[in-house]
């Protein structure tokens, strides 16, 4: 019968082939990722203004939402004759109609590529960064709208410095109260699972398995169509 804890020797060369399979696990990772954020940037490139017009409309429609919500409750508190003042109105994203043209330029090139790079569409099988990417989005389209370049420009820079939302997980430092190959052990179980995640995402399987990985471009432009016309009609009315 084995020993439970191996003589340090053994523990080496086992702990090297840990390392080796853990080394493999983490090169095949990134060679999937790189194709697979290849793609879907290749995607995204053409799908640019139907991607920030869903944002934009899904975040008026929650604003219109709860604007119904505070209207309604402020009814059943002063009774059923009371009548509200119509609310909610999109907010121009222009300061006024002096904005300079290249300060104007500026602000939407900034919003655009903030946007692009933070849209919760590129974390949607990614459940804990799913609703940060929704809380940044809706932050960028309130200062984009507020006119305010300085604040969008700090924004922006903030967003692209920090890289919160893109930033693998990083191996942490092993617990002083592990063994190496216990700790081997257990990143190669969490790389295991990245792994098998980055296989499962929907546009890697496509690049696998369509003879043509861009003709899925027509199946995206035919959802977001459908998706932006039942969006515009829910908030046509705001």
């Given at each position: 019968?084995?020993?439970?804890?191996?003589?340090?020797?053994?523990?080496?060369?086992?702990?090297?082939?840990?390392?080796?399979?853990l080394?493999?696990?983490?090169?095949?990772?990134?060679?999937?990722?790189?194709?697979?954020?290849s793609?879907?940037?290749?995607l995204?490139?053409?799908?640019?203004?139907?991607?920030?017009?869903?944002?934009?409309?899904?975040?008026?429609?929650?604003?219109?939402?709860?604007?119904?919500?505070?209207?309604?409750?402020?009814?059943k508190?002063?009774?059923?004759?009371?009548?509200?003042?119509?609310?909610?109105?999109?907010?121009?994203?222009?300061?006024?109609?002096?904005?300079?043209?290249?300060?104007?330029?500026e602000?939407?090139?900034?919003?655009?590529?903030?946007?692009?790079?933070?849209?919760?569409?590129?974390?949607?099988?990614?459940?804990?960064?799913?609703?940060?990417?929704?809380?940044?989005?809706?932050?960028?389209?309130?200062i984009?709208?507020s006119?305010d370049?300085?604040?969008?420009?700090?924004?922006?820079?903030h967003?692209?410095?920090?890289?919160?939302?893109?930033?693998?997980?990083?191996?942490?430092q092993k617990?002083?109260?592990?063994?190496?190959?216990?700790?081997?052990?257990?990143?190669?179980?969490k790389?295991?699972?990245?792994?098998?995640?980055?296989?499962?995402?929907?546009?890697?399987?496509?690049?696998?398995?369509?003879?043509?990985?861009?003709?899925?471009?027509?199946?995206?432009?035919?959802?977001?169509?459908?998706?932006?016309?039942?969006?515009?009609?829910?908030?046509?009315?705001?």
């Amino acid at each position: 019968m084995s020993e439970k804890y191996p003589s340090k020797l053994n523990n080496t060369q086992a702990g090297a082939a840990l390392q080796a399979e853990l080394n493999s696990l983490i090169l095949e990772l990134d060679t999937i990722q790189l194709k697979t954020i290849s793609f879907e940037n290749t995607l995204r490139s053409h799908l640019e203004n139907a991607l920030i017009e869903e944002q934009e409309l899904t975040v008026l429609y929650k604003q219109q939402k709860a604007a119904k919500k505070k209207k309604r409750l402020h009814q059943k508190k002063r009774g059923k004759n009371y009548r509200e003042v119509e609310g909610l109105q999109t907010v121009s994203t222009q300061k006024n109609s002096r904005t300079d043209l290249r300060e104007h330029q500026e602000k939407k090139r900034l919003y655009r590529e903030a946007m692009l790079h933070v849209h919760p569409d590129k974390f949607s099988m990614q459940a804990d960064k799913l609703d940060l990417a929704t809380a940044i989005t809706t932050k960028l389209i309130d200062i984009y709208s507020s006119g305010d370049l300085e604040t969008l420009r700090a924004f922006h820079t903030h967003i692209f410095l920090s890289n919160t939302l893109l930033k693998q997980d990083v191996i942490q430092q092993k617990d002083n109260g592990l063994t190496e190959d216990i700790y081997l052990q257990l990143e190669i179980q969490k790389m295991k699972r990245l792994l098998q995640e980055a296989k499962n995402k929907h546009t890697y399987k496509v690049l696998l398995e369509y003879e043509n990985p861009m003709t899925f471009l027509e199946e995206l432009r035919g959802y977001y169509e459908d998706r932006l016309i039942k969006l515009r009609k829910r908030t046509r009315k705001g």
